[in-house]
């Protein structure tokens, strides 16, 4: 865990959160720069700087991250209306935080790109 990591400082509990949801895996919290006025992120507990980085070995990871995002948007009444998920990969991307995290957006129609 790299200790200058802001999620995983989270994830560790070494920097205090208020969490959507948590598992052994994954946590979820309210993005602090919402774009739409449900705006969570899937969070892995493991570092993995972004979504570039992924492997075949991260498959079991990522399905659970989109399963987490499935059983959020349901319980977060986006499920019926339709959401989002997004991942930001480098700066010309909008990744700000090195640590990978799956964007849920919902609770507005949302455009093509936002």
Do not use: W
């Amino acid at each position: 865990m790299p200790e200058d990591c802001l999620f995983c400082r989270m994830a560790s509990g070494a920097t205090p959160v208020a969490k959507v949801y948590e598992d052994d895996k994954v946590f979820s919290i309210r993005d602090i720069h919402p774009r739409a006025p449900t705006h969570v992120m899937i969070i892995p507990k493991e570092h993995v700087p972004s979504a570039r980085d992924l492997g075949p070995a991260h498959a079991e990871l990522l399905g659970h991250m989109f399963a987490t995002a499935t059983k959020l948007a349901d319980q977060l009444g986006l499920a019926g209306r339709g959401y989002r998920l997004t991942f930001n990969v480098g700066d010309e991307g909008g990744q700000t935080i090195y640590h990978l995290h799956l964007h849920l957006l919902g609770g507005r129609r949302l455009g093509p790109e936002g």
